[in-house]
């Protein structure tokens, strides 16, 4: 009788933790499933297409900073972070547009928003030892140089930077 009872009371735990458990399954499936399949396919379309709209607004801004047109550059590469915030490449080329264009600041912003999003992004350190530079912050110019000269070779436009960054300093000791 006592082994019948132990039965029935641990098939009993067992049915309530399993009742549980589906339950606790039921709650959270509806969440992470649509109902509507359409609806689904229609917003990865919309994906697609925002995406594909971002890529032609990015090749346009690029082609307007080679023509030095850089309201037009700038307008275009803000249109396809609008339409695709994650586009790494049109954040770069916006603060190389903001930087051509003497905007020295809003470039450094560019770059620094780039470096949280993906610090390995290709030459993004050079470009804000760059921009630092000509903020005439030369300490914190070296410090990125070092960041891009751990990351990538040594090159003909790091060594120059790399000159003008000693410079700087030598500058700055001199006024102080």
Known sequence: MVRLL??????????????????MLLAVAPAAASQDPDRDLKGFDEQIKRREMASRALSKGRTYLEDKSYKLARESLIEALRLYEDLHEARF?????????GKFKLAVAQFKSLYKRKP?????????????LALRQ????????????????????????KREIAKCAKNQEKQH
């Open 93 to 101: 080329y916006l603060g190389l547009t903001e930087y051509r264009d």
């Open 138 to 161: 030369c300490s914190v110019a070296s410090r990125w140089l070092k960041i891009h000269l751990g990351r990538e070779e040594k090159s003909k436009e790091s060594d120059k930077l």
């Open 120 to 132: 390995s992004y290709p030459t993004l350190s050079l470009e804000l030892a760059r921009g630092y």
């Open 6 to 23: 132990r039965n029935i009371s641990f098939s009993t735990c067992a049915l309530a933790l399993a009742s549980t458990l589906i339950l």
